[in-house]
């Protein structure tokens, strides 16, 4: 639900976005590091939920960034006057 909520900000360019995408990212995060541990049986190892997490990190943190410039305000196309 946060990914659609995030997706949506995103396309509408609200800078609120970037901090649903953030919690989107940590659920993101946490989600197959559980799944591993949970799931997996005796074959599930922590290497394998830090790796699954790790690697779902990353992708969190491309999102988060991506939202972050999408949303950031825009420098002016003015020249800036010069200060004497």
Known sequence: ML???AAIGL?????WS???ALAW??????VPGAAVIAYGGSDGTVGG???????AAVI?????WAA???TRARATTQPVPPVI
């Open 3 to 5: 990914g659609v909520v």
């Open 11 to 15: 396309a509408l360019r609200r800078r």
């Open 18 to 20: 970037y901090l649903i």
């Open 25 to 30: 990212g940590a659920v993101v995060t946490y």
């Open 49 to 55: 939920a830090l790796a699954a997490s790790i690697g």
């Open 60 to 64: 969190a943190m491309g999102v988060a």
């Open 68 to 70: 972050h410039v999408a």
